[in-house]
């Protein structure tokens, strides 16, 4: 899948304009928020922002400023699993996950450097990847896909379990988001 099937898939399975009062993220259409539509330049109605409005913001937010496509050249499965997490969760907690998930598949260290867990697709994090890839091949990203899923799935287990609200949304998190 390239970026535009990923934007495409984002936008079908986030839907139309919703407004759900247990939701904190508030009225969103094609999955994006009202705070970031206006934070983006977006000054309309939240029922009428434009599919292609929402296209161009998912690329620029969630998947080139957090590095995504970098993560791509190397590995598209976990670029994809990184570009829907980041959609979800916010892109610095699912490149958290991918730096939690690259710093315990290491062997202690063996394998490549440890990186620090800051949210951000640096050159450390590219190496860590890459090490991880040299190692691993191509079976190594769907255990990689693994460790990012069981992060993503924890996450929302505890959400849940913080915020009762939140239960009106864990199984389609699980459904839809994992696997």
Known sequence: MDIDD???AAIGREGGFSDNPADRGGAT????TERVARA?????????LPRETAAAIYRRLYWQRPGYDRVAAAMPLIAAELFDTGINMGPKVATGFLQR??????RGGADYA??????????????ALDGF???????????????LEALQGARYMTLA???????AFLYGWLANRLG
């Open 6 to 8: 990923l934007i495409d």
């Open 29 to 32: 259409r094609w999955g994006i």
């Open 101 to 106: 998930a690259l710093n315990a598949l290491n």
């Open 40 to 48: 983006n330049g977006y000054p309309g109605d939240m029922r009428a």
């Open 114 to 127: 440890d990186v620090a867990v800051d949210g951000l697709i640096g050159p450390h994090t590219l190496a």
């Open 133 to 147: 890839r040299a190692r691993r091949g191509a079976a190594g990203e769907r255990v990689l896909l693994k460790a």
């Open 161 to 167: 379990e913080r915020r009762p609200a939140n239960e």
